[in-house]
């Protein structure tokens, strides 16, 4: 899974997950994500939110084997607290 505890107070680390929205499902390092568009891309991390306003970040590689980086919306994804 794409869990990261994120360390900004290390005495009450939160624990941050990658959810498919609809489902609830966790995303799993190296899934095969669809897009808006319909093109795919492979997940392999990602950066959660660092304030109420923002919704972190997905890191995937695409067909085109680049390194990219997108709003978990564009794949339907969200970032939600475990911890």
Request: without cysteine; glycine residues 4%; proline residues 8%.
């Amino acid at each position: 899974m794409l869990s990261i505890i994120k360390t900004d107070n290390p005495d009450d680390p939160t624990v941050w997950e990658l959810v498919h929205t609809n489902t609830n499902r966790p995303v799993k390092f190296d899934e095969v994500l669809t897009d808006f568009r319909g093109d795919t891309a492979v997940a392999i991390g990602g950066q959660p939110p660092h304030k109420p306003s923002s919704t972190g970040r997905v890191w995937v590689v695409t067909s085109k084997d680049s390194d990219r980086t997108f709003f978990p919306s564009v794949f339907n994804l969200e970032w939600r607290v475990l911890k």
